[in-house]
């Protein structure tokens, strides 16, 4: 049975694209089908924020406040606060601080989403959607926070698709979408990540790093591979109204087929 909810219609899908680290597409299918992003639009805000960074506007040390409550981007709307789901236990309570680097930390490694809107309030959608094209995203946008449930309402939305979320991955490993320094911290992250779903499909002891994305009927991956001794690749797969062991079955599936065609030789 198909999926339905706020973010799937229903219509089961898979999109997929495998390049290698620089950018060349070695298979691909229906890459550029525009899909709600999910957590996966994370990456571009960990992108975001890192330019600030880079260019002295933020600091990885500066304290962030942590709340629960964020204002809304429909028009009107006021202001909205986290469902309890949303909550990240591991956050200081609210009305503390923790250093921004730990806020990035806990919106890819867990992929937190109180986390990721404290960092999209420090950096604003405008800069988001900025890092997406500059990644060379450009079916992607990110309209609201997460949470927002008038935004979603108003037809405010997060969309990707996997080719834009192998371009922003290829942009963050190649060093395109920050400098040196930043590049090592996303990597980093992107290692630590305990949610992926392509880099667990892997043998033991490769090197990876991913950004999941998950909702009700949607489950998406990125991903780069870096098998000792051959040339690295990036995968990206995009799933739509399938159940949690399906979508998960198929990309992992994938996952396994890129292995082969790349590294099992």
Request: with cysteine; hydrophobic share 45%; aromatic share 6%.
């Amino acid at each position: 049975m198909s999926v339905v909810s706020d973010y799937s219609d229903g219509n089961p899908h898979i999109s997929f694209r495998l390049t290698t680290l620089s950018g060349k597409v070695l298979a691909e299918s229906a890459a550029d089908t525009v899909v709600y992003a999910a957590s996966t639009i994370k990456l571009a805000v960990l992108v975001a924020a890192l330019r600030e960074v880079d260019s002295g506007n933020l600091s990885l040390n500066q304290p962030v406040t942590v709340r629960f409550s964020f204002a809304s981007s429909a028009p009107g709307a006021g202001v909205f606060t986290c469902e309890p789901g949303e909550i990240d236990e591991g956050l200081p309570v609210e009305g503390e601080s923790m250093p921004l680097r730990e806020v990035l930390r806990r919106m890819i490694v867990v992929s937190s989403n109180e986390a990721t809107n404290l960092v999209v309030e420090l950096v604003g959608l405008a800069a988001v959607n900025d890092a997406l094209h500059r990644c060379g995203a450009v079916s992607s946008k990110m309209e609201r926070l997460f949470g927002d449930l008038e935004g979603l309402a108003a037809g405010l939305t997060q969309e990707t698709t996997a080719a834009d979320l192998g371009a922003v991955m290829a942009a963050v490993i190649n060093g395109r979408a920050a400098g040196p320094e930043s590049t090592r911290l996303m990597l980093e992250f992107l290692r630590a990540q305990e949610y992926g779903v392509i880099g667990p499909a892997l043998p033991g002891g490769t090197d990876w790093g991913s950004k999941s994305g998950w909702v009700t009927g949607i489950r998406h991956d990125v991903a780069f591979v870096q098998p000792s001794g051959s040339e690295g690749y990036i995968l990206s797969v995009c799933t739509r109204a399938y159940g949690e062991y399906e979508a998960t079955a198929a990309i992992s599936a994938l996952s396994v087929m890129a292995w082969d065609l790349c590294a099992g030789k």
